[in-house]
């Protein structure tokens, strides 16, 4: 029986790298000589540290510019608020990967409005999509990209 998965994911090596472009521009930018700025990359964070709000933002645009041309999409990013502590200003960057419980529901209820001939069934992080016919799934892929949903999201593991 032919299915796929709907999923959420973030390539965190391209991201890594993104990372690493926007540390050595921020190095060499004449705007940022001699202050001491940079971004770091945790799991699914990214620090950056400027020493005022402003920097903050340019780096912001920066990574963002990286992001993009290395195909990440930037949807996936929720940026925390600016802290300023004495003499320096932080901010987290969080990379939203996978489908939470509440999303996921919603695109099960989604798929079963359409009342085509599929089934969704929730699968932790991801939601598997199945049915007799391929254009069925073509279909419901069609939908779920027209659809209004803030996250990211990417059709993989097509099975016949």
Do not use: W, Y
Request: net charge neutral; proline share 2%.
């Amino acid at each position: 029986m032919p299915s796929f998965d709907i999923v959420s994911e973030v390539d965190l090596v391209e991201v890594n790298n993104a990372v690493d472009q926007s540390n050595r521009e921020v190095s060499t930018r004449f705007d940022f000589k001699g202050v001491d700025a940079n971004f770091k990359r945790e799991e699914n964070l990214v620090h950056m540290t400027a020493e005022a709000d402003f920097q903050l933002q340019q780096m912001l645009d920066m990574l963002t510019a990286k992001l993009a041309k290395r195909g990440v999409d930037v949807a996936c990013m929720e940026v925390g608020d600016p802290v300023m502590t004495g003499k320096q200003a932080r901010q987290i960057i969080t990379l939203r990967q996978g489908i939470d419980g509440d999303l996921s529901r919603r695109i099960v209820k989604l798929v079963k409005a359409q009342k085509m001939k599929v089934q969704a069934a929730i699968q932790g992080e991801k939601v598997r999509i199945s049915s007799k016919k391929r254009d069925d799934l073509q279909k419901t892929i069609a939908m779920v990209k027209d659809a209004d949903i803030d996250l990211p999201l990417q059709f993989n593991n097509f099975r016949d």
